[in-house]
Nanobody, 118 residues
């Protein structure tokens, strides 16, 4: 069983930066992609960024150029660096491990709240 714990969220002003962390424990596949998701109030959870075994990344259009996903496999950690934050980025952010073949998350963290005030 993989356990994921997010941290680093907080309340910031528009234009500020924030870095989220996700620490994993338990058996973890280095092959399966990581993903950051977010869910705003009354909105569907959406994929924000993903990173694959070879380091390739993918971002939602809304965060391209502002967010950077990275990982540290040795420490079983995932990061999301967020810059030029907007009020629209306000959401609970979750990290997840994603099945390589089905591309569906199978492990979730509890989430960390990011609130951006304009």
């Amino acid at each position: 069983q993989v356990r994921l714990v997010e941290s680093g969220g907080g309340s910031v002003q528009a234009g500020d930066s924030l870095r989220l962390s996700c620490k994993a424990s338990g058996d973890l596949s280095s092959i399966d992609p990581w993903g950051w998701y977010r869910q705003a109030a009354n909105k569907q959870r959406e994929l924000v960024a993903a990173i694959f075994e070879d380091g390739a990344t993918n971002y939602a259009d809304s965060v391209k150029g502002r967010f950077t996903i990275s990982r540290d496999n040795g420490n079983k950690a995932l990061y999301l660096s967020m810059e030029s934050l907007k009020s629209e980025d306000t959401a609970v952010y979750y990290c997840a491990k994603i099945g390589l073949y089905g591309l569906e998350p199978y492990s979730w963290g509890q989430g960390t709240q990011v609130t951006v005030s304009s």
